[in-house]
T-cell receptor, first 115, second 110 residues
Framework: NAGVMQNPRHLVRRRGQEARLRCSPM?????VYWYRQLPEEGLKFMVY????????ESGMPKERFSAEFPKEGPSILRIQQVVRGDSAAYFC?????????????FGPGTRLLVL | DAKTTQPNSMESNEEEPVHLPCNHS???????IHWYRQLPSQGPEYVIH???SNVNNRMASLAIAEDRKSSTLILHRATLRDAAVYYC???????????FGAGTTVTVRA
């Protein structure tokens, strides 16, 4: 059973470009969470999605960031007009159920570098 | 969110036990205690969780104080592969978010 997959693993963008980060949850998991880890900081929750629904986006910056989890295909975290402060590791996690104590299984992360 | 306090770092020798403390004096009755770890350049990995009673699994043991204001993660025999940042997280029963702090960086000496 493959784990959570994220791609690309590394992404370099210039200021003003768009970044698209993809996350394929574990087989059978329909809940996806995105976290961001800024340099020298802990992971911070960004958004929680179920198939075709955003459940909680309280941790998402109000501008330039969006997330989706379509019926088919991976979850996408999209950052428009990237700035240097967006440089970070972005992790997604998945869980099979909506239970609040469900284990979250994390992917290896996408490391975004904005030049 | 209720806060946890962990030492910044701990060192251990290979094949010796490691006891990682976590203080959570403001824990509420509905908070579960979760531990995750993050190996270098990887995503976090679930270790163990509990509410009131001590818990054991193949990775570790979790000892929870009777008043629940503190807990200890026990790695019974540290290996070099256990070198990681260990996060103690309080997770309310109604919440799905994981709130990561700074964690404890564990170094294992061969």
């Amino acid at each position: 059973n493959a784990g959570v997959m994220q791609n690309p693993r590394h992404l370099v963008r210039r200021r003003g470009q768009e970044a698209r980060l993809r996350c394929s949850p574990m087989k059978g998991h329909s809940h996806v969470y995105w976290y961001r880890q800024l340099p020298e900081e802990g992971l911070k929750f960004m958004v929680y999605l179920q198939k075709e629904n955003i459940i909680d986006e309280s941790g998402m910056p109000k501008e330039r960031f969006s997330a989706e989890f379509p019926k088919e295909g991976p979850s996408i975290l999209r950052i428009q007009q990237v700035v240097r402060g967006d440089s970070a590791a972005y992790f997604c996690a998945s869980s099979p159920l909506t239970g609040t104590q469900e284990t979250q299984y994390f992917g290896p992360g996408t490391r975004l570098l904005v030049l | 969110d209720a806060k946890t306090t962990q030492p910044n770092s701990m060192e251990s020798n290979e094949e010796e036990p490691v006891h990682l403390p976590c203080n959570h004096s403001t824990i509420s009755g509905t908070d579960y205690i979760h531990w995750y770890r993050q190996l270098p350049s990887q995503g976090p990995e679930y270790v163990i969780h509990g509410l009131t009673s001590n818990v054991n699994n193949r990775m570790a043991s979790l000892a929870i104080a009777e008043d629940r204001k503190s807990s200890t993660l026990i790695l019974h025999r540290a290996t070099l592969r256990d070198a990681a940042v260990y996060y103690c997280i309080l997770r309310p029963s109604y919440d799905y978010k994981l709130s990561f702090g700074a964690g404890t960086t564990v170094t294992v000496r061969a």
